[in-house]
């Protein structure tokens, strides 16, 4: 069942009581599919490629652009211009040959998205757009998986698990989408380089979490980062019995492409500003 080299490289886990050879077993067994390789994803994918997470799916349409690199640690000055879906799994395999990693190098649509996230236990929602967060959750519900979130703005981050253990989904916060252009994407507001890096690791600590079964999830809950105070806070947020997917009577039993509400397409990093 393992390898001398596997027992070597998941010795600090598997002597954590919380972990030991069992939890390392279902972490291996696990799969994980994460929706955005950029800011967020790059740590991410990194953490759980380490953990031992058996198999790792990538969405990530995008190209590697040079203003990327500022933040997103899982690509090199050389690989601008190349699939970021692409450039991701090769880093993701030279970190851990165990783990089986497999790219997604499409846009993420109503029409695809049951499919692609269906085949995974665990959601991970690392994008940078409003319609894909939306997207994301709605498939998440309907295909009844735990979902991890998280957003960067500025200098500001948050994490949250939606639709876990009978827990309120993402719509339970935000309803609807903002209007058209109503939060800047980072080309014009900016982001704090190192923002992603600390939300991206809360984020994959959520997701092993959930897979080893310790802890308290981050459901109904919604973490708050703020860099420049160097200061946490927690908003509670229950499960909105009115809620379009995920209450009582559902008004929404498919999948929407809000792609009228693209506010800043799909280099935004950017997050809700209902919390900020």
Same mark, same amino acid.
């Given at each position: 069942?393992?390898?001398?080299?596997?027992?070597?490289?998941?010795? !600090?886990?598997?002597?954590?009581?919380?972990?030991?050879?069992?939890?390392?077993q !279902?972490?291996?067994?696990?799969?994980?599919?994460?929706?955005?390789?950029? /800011?967020?994803?790059? %740590?991410?994918l990194?953490?759980?490629?380490?953990?031992?997470?058996?198999?790792?799916?990538?969405?990530?349409?995008?190209? =590697? #652009?040079l203003?990327?690199?500022?933040?997103?640690?899982?690509?090199?000055t050389?690989?601008?211009?190349?699939?970021?879906?692409?450039?991701?799994?090769?880093?993701?395999?030279?970190?851990?040959?165990?783990?089986?990693?497999e790219?997604?190098?499409?846009?993420?649509? $109503?029409?695809?998205?049951?499919?692609?996230?269906?085949?995974?236990?665990?959601? =991970?929602?690392?994008?940078?757009n409003?319609?894909?967060?939306?997207?994301?959750?709605?498939? @998440?519900?309907?295909?009844?998986k735990?979902?991890?979130?998280?957003?960067?703005?500025?200098?500001?981050?948050?994490?949250?698990?939606?639709?876990?253990?009978? /827990?309120?989904c993402? !719509?339970?916060?935000?309803?609807?989408?903002?209007? %058209?252009?109503?939060?800047?994407?980072?080309?014009?507001?900016?982001v704090?380089? =190192?923002?992603?890096?600390?939300?991206? $690791?809360?984020?994959?600590? &959520?997701?092993?979490?959930?897979?080893?079964?310790?802890? &308290?999830?981050?459901?109904?809950?919604?973490?708050?980062?703020?860099?420049?105070? @160097?200061s946490f806070?927690?908003?509670?947020f229950p499960?909105?019995?009115?809620?379009?997917?995920?209450?009582?009577?559902?008004?929404?039993?498919?999948?929407?492409?809000?792609?009228?509400?693209?506010?800043?397409?799909?280099?935004? #990093?950017?997050? %809700? +500003?209902? +919390?900020?």
């Amino acid at each position: 069942m393992w390898t001398r080299e596997e027992l070597d490289r998941y010795a !600090r886990h598997i002597i954590l009581p919380e972990v030991g050879a069992e939890g390392q077993q !279902r972490l291996k067994q696990a799969s994980v599919v994460v929706v955005g390789a950029g /800011g967020l994803g790059a %740590p991410l994918l990194l953490y759980l490629a380490a953990a031992g997470v058996g198999r790792i799916g990538i969405v990530e349409m995008d190209t =590697v #652009d040079l203003s990327n690199l500022q933040r997103q640690v899982l690509y090199a000055t050389e690989d601008v211009g190349r699939p970021k879906a692409e450039v991701a799994r090769e880093r993701v395999v030279a970190l851990n040959p165990h783990v089986r990693v497999e790219a997604h190098p499409v846009r993420l649509t $109503s029409e695809n998205a049951l499919e692609i996230l269906g085949d995974y236990d665990v959601i =991970v929602d690392a994008s940078d757009n409003f319609p894909t967060r939306y997207l994301v959750n709605d498939a @998440a519900v309907l295909l009844d998986k735990p979902l991890v979130y998280g957003a960067i703005y500025r200098f500001e981050g948050q994490v949250a698990v939606f639709h876990h253990a009978g /827990g309120p989904c993402y !719509r339970c916060l935000f309803p609807k989408p903002p209007d %058209p252009g109503a939060v800047p994407n980072c080309a014009e507001a900016g982001v704090f380089g =190192v923002l992603p890096g600390v939300v991206g $690791s809360l984020m994959a600590a &959520e997701v092993i979490k959930l897979i080893l079964g310790v802890g &308290e999830a981050l459901s109904g809950r919604l973490l708050l980062y703020d860099a420049l105070t @160097a200061s946490f806070r927690t908003v509670r947020f229950p499960r909105n019995r009115n809620c379009p997917i995920c209450g009582e009577v559902p008004s929404l039993t498919g999948l929407i492409d809000y792609e009228a509400f693209c506010a800043g397409g799909s280099k935004s #990093d950017s997050m %809700p +500003t209902e +919390t900020s």
